[in-house]
């Protein structure tokens, strides 16, 4: 049991380039999220999903989209990479009922650059 | 004005010691309450929910005060494993949490 799962953990990346960010969890969770985590800002919620096939916007979606690949994966694309996204980014994975919403479970994080 | 704000800290202690951090919300719907722990570069993990009545688990103590909108956590008999950043999250509804910047702890022998 892995728990929650993402890749890479490591990028640099060019203004203007794109990349995926890979989630995957294995505890048969019904929703998916991704943060970000810059210093002092605390984690913010840029996307989420409550199903499989559904995806909702978050506090700062903008310059992000997700896809909902099936119940275990969740990928979080960048199409066109600016410095201010440089941050660290978490997915999260929860049973998200009533009462056990705050339960969410964090994958290692990724951390990205944009130079 | 942020939706949830913590002490950013440090707060430095010694082993033994008794401290506690403090945090506020802005959205008076919220319904659920946590702290949450942060190890240097790590992920966060959940350290416990905060319940109206108040809430112990071990050491750890969480109090929610609905009427000033704050929530506080009491670590007593510091640890030196205790050292972390503490966050505080806030659930205005089912899919969306809010999380404080943190407060950073360092207990010292």
Known sequence: NAGVTQTPKFQVLKTGQSMTLQCAQDMNHNSMYWYRQDPGMGLRLIYYSASEGTTDKGEVPNGYNVSRLNKREFSLRLESAAPSQTSVYFCASSEATPGLAGTQYFGPGTRLLVL | ??????????????????????????????????????????????????????????????????????????????????????????????????????TRLTVKP
């Open chain 2, 1 to 102: 004005r942020k939706e949830v704000e913590q002490d950013p800290g440090p707060f430095n202690v010694p082993e033994g010691a008794t401290v506690a951090f403090n945090c506020t919300y802005s959205n008076s719907a919220s319904q659920s309450f946590f702290w949450y722990r942060q190890d240097c570069r790590k992920e966060p993990k959940l350290l416990m929910s905060v319940y109206s009545s108040g809430n112990e688990d071990g050491r750890f103590t969480a109090q929610l005060n609905r009427a000033s909108q704050y929530i506080s956590l009491l670590i007593r008999d510091s640890k030196l494993s205790d050292s972390a950043t503490y966050l505080c999250v806030v659930n205005p509804n089912n899919n969306d949490m809010r999380f404080g910047a943190g």
